[in-house]
C-alpha cells in the first residue's frame, strides 16, 4: 500500500497549518500518511502556536516555516488550506489529479490586553482543526 500524501497549507505556515500537521501525527491512521505543511509565504514561528500545543504534549518548537516552493505539486494527493489566500495558491499549484479542500477555521483573535484570551482563541483554533480532523480522518489514539 503506498502512503497518502496530504499537505496543509494557510497564509504564512506559523499557525494553522503547523498545529493541523502536527495534530495528525497523533491521528489512528497517521502511519498510513506522509503530511507536509506550507504557507503561501514563509513566517516566523508563533509562540502561541507552540505553547498551546505544548498543553497536549506536542513539541512543535522546531517546525521552520516553508513556502509552496519547497515541494512539487506531483507530491501530494490532497492538499488542504485553512486560508482563502492559500486556498487560491493550492488550487492553481495542484497537479491535476490532486484534490484540494479549503477547511474554513478562522486565524486566531490577538489580545493586545490579555495573555490568556489570546491563548484561548488559540486553543479554540486548535480544537477546531482537532474536531476537523478526526471527522474527515478517524479518531486520535488512545494516550496510555
Known amino acids: 500500500m503506498s502512503l497518502k500524501r496530504v499537505l496543509f497549507s494557510c497564509t504564512q505556515n506559523a499557525v494553522r497549518s503547523v498545529i ?24 516566523a514561528a508563533d509562540g502561541y502556536a507552540i505553547t498551546v500545543m505544548a498543553e497536549m504534549g506536542i513539541d512543535i518548537e522546531d517546525h521552520e516555516s516553508q513556502s509552496f ?11 488542504i488550506s ?9 488550487r492553481k499549484w495542484a497537479r491535476s489529479n490532486a484534490h484540494t479542500q479549503f477547511w474554513e477555521v478562522e486565524p486566531p ?16 483554533l486548535r480544537d477546531q482543526i482537532a474536531s476537523l480532523l478526526e471527522v474527515n480522518f478517524g479518531p486520535f489514539k488512545q494516550k496510555t
Open 69 to 79: 516552493d519547497a515541494f512539487s505539486a506531483e507530491d501530494f494527493d490532497l492538499i
Open 109 to 124: 483573535k490577538i489580545d493586545e490586553r490579555s495573555r490568556e484570551n489570546t491563548l484561548i482563541s488559540y486553543r479554540n
Open 82 to 90: 485553512f486560508s482563502a489566500e492559500a486556498n487560491d495558491v493550492a
Open 20 to 43: 493541523a500537521e502536527a495534530l495528525f501525527g497523533q491521528l489512528d491512521c497517521a502511519a498510513d500518511y506522509r503530511v507536509a505543511s506550507r504557507g503561501v509565504i514563509e513566517g
